[in-house]
Each structure stands twice: as structure tokens, then as C-alpha cells.
């Protein structure tokens, strides 16, 4: 069974940086696009920024310019290098994917991670 496990959560003062990792772990499966969403207290899920295993790439708006995706498919990792964070991105932070599973469970699965907090001070 493949899984998720995000970190590099943490507590920064406006206008710093944080960098968050997800690492999958498993047997016997390929990760197609990669995805960040976070949830803020008393809001929706919203997409953060997405990857694809081509590496082609997707932004909310609220974070185009600050934040960067990344992934390195042969080490089944993806980051996310926020810098100049505000308040408002403070938030739960969850790993999401799309695998291509040939183990335990045969076929194309999403999988979350379990997620880690950012929280941004003003």
C-alpha cells in the first residue's frame, strides 16, 4: 500500500519561507500528477499547486510568484517552496497523489497524505 508523509510544516513570521516535503513509500507503483491543497480553519480544501510526472505545473493565484513546485520522480518526492508567506496561507497543508498501483491494490488509486501545518504570523 502506497502512503503519504508530508513535512516542513512550522511557524514563520510574515514574509519568510517555508519549504514542505512529500515523500511516498510502497511497493510496486508509478505516482502520475502530484498535488499540494491546504485547508484554512473554517474553509474548503483549495488546490495549492499541482505537478505532473512531466513536470508541467499548476498555480492557484493566490500563489503564483511566491510558491514553487517540484518533484523528483525517481526518489517519489515533491516539495513546495513557499516564500514571502502571508498570513492568509496559513493552513493544514496536504500531500495528495495519483498512482498507477500494481501491489497489494491493482490500479489507478488517489492517495493523501496526512498533512502538516503552516502557520504564518502576522
Known amino acids: 500500500q502506497v502512503q503519504l508523509v508530508e513535512s516542513g510544516g512550522g511557524l514563520v513570521q510574515a514574509g519568510g519561507s517555508l519549504r514542505l516535503s512529500c515523500a511516498a513509500s510502497g511497493s510496486l507503483f508509478t505516482i502520475d500528477t502530484m498535488t499540494w491543497y491546504r485547508q484554512a480553519p473554517g474553509k474548503q480544501r483549495e488546490l495549492v499547486a499541482a505537478?505532473?510526472?512531466?513536470?508541467?505545473?499548476n498555480y492557484a493565484d493566490s500563489v503564483k510568484g511566491r510558491f514553487t513546485i517540484t518533484r523528483d520522480n525517481a526518489k517519489n518526492t515533491m516539495c513546495l517552496q513557499m516564500n514571502s508567506l502571508k498570513p492568509e496561507d496559513t493552513a493544514d497543508y496536504y500531500c495528495?497523489?495519483?498512482?498507477?498501483?500494481?501491489?497489494?491494490?491493482?490500479?489507478?488509486?488517489?492517495?493523501w497524505g496526512q498533512g502538516t501545518l503552516v502557520t504564518v504570523s502576522s
Open positions: 505537478i505532473t510526472s512531466g513536470g508541467s505545473t
Open positions: 495528495n497523489a495519483f498512482i498507477y498501483s500494481s501491489g497489494s491494490t491493482i490500479g489507478y488509486l488517489e492517495v
